[in-house]
């Protein structure tokens, strides 16, 4: 975003960091030590907070909670398309846990709206209004709209009658809303960046992990994807590969050795999610 000069709030024109630029070279006789330049201050997280109530965006804690929110990410992705995929309904522990996703979502827009921001200049901001209107161009209606249990709120409207959700018209609409909370997943990409700074880790090690999230990914929603789009319900069972895909029947060695087939219709949801992933990783 823009420089920090317009934007000068009570305090955005002296509470930064120093730069890379800041540190004194040392020359014939420098110390080499970190030089101030014009006005810049550097401030700890803790002064930050103790005096402007905001959490600093490179402090430890909020290291730690970015990597836990990238982990919950992760989560919520997969078992969105999991369910959407395979066409089922989390009940007991795993609704619960759902609920609990949704509140630490709602707990991180809290927490965006009390972080202080950096600017193009290397400048860190803690005018509040700033935040807010860059949070507000930035993350927040997808934050907000993936956050929302717009689902649930629907099912108390409705009484969770299905023909009256399809009547209004809002079948549709909540499955959108169901796509929307996907797009968690591009805030993870900022995530792995502020890590990679604060561990210091190796950028092969970086791109390694990348590379096996984003296959590992891709694999669950192509597996998905090839279970949704087995219409067996419409085709019947011979008409899908779903139906037709079948383990036994005869032994290798000798047909009249059978025993009973097992169609992957037949098989338990896990299963059947088991097979497609095979497929996706197989043909990748």
Partial sequence: FPGAGPWAGPRAAVIGRASSGAVNPGGSGGSGEDAAIGPVEVISAKRLLRETGLFHPEASAKMFWDIGLSAVILYSVLT?????????????????????????????????FNTAVFDLNGTLVDDRQVIATLYFKGWFFLDFFSTVPLERLVGLVVG????????????????????????????????????????????????????????????????CVLYNVADCVT?????????RYCVGGG??????????????????????????????????
Avoid at 235 to 243: Q, S
Avoid at 252 to 281: H, I, K, N, T
């Fill in 160 to 223: 969770g009658d299905v023909d009256a959700l399809a009547s209004l018209g809002l079948m549709r609409a909540v499955r959108l809303v169901r796509l929307v909370k996907i797009a968690r997943i591009m805030k993870m990409s900022g995530i792995f960046d502020n890590v990679d700074k604060w561990l210091g880790l190796h950028p092969a090690v970086l791109r390694l992990g990348k590379l096996l999230v984003t296959m590992g990914f891709i694999a669950h929603l192509i597996a």
């Fill in 80 to 112: 969105l398309t999991y369910k959407m995929g395979m066409g089922v309904s989390f009940n007991g522990a795993l609704e619960v846990m759902d609920v609990v996703v949704d509140m630490l979502f709602g707990v991180d827009i809290c927490v965006t």
């Fill in 251 to 284: 032994a290798w060695f000798d047909d009249d050795q059978g025993y009973d087939a097992q169609c992957l219709l037949e098989m338990p949801v896990g299963d059947r999610y088991l097979a497609s992933l095979y497929w996706a990783f197989a043909t990748m």
């Fill in 235 to 243: 085709d019947g069972p011979e008409g899908c590969w779903v139906g």
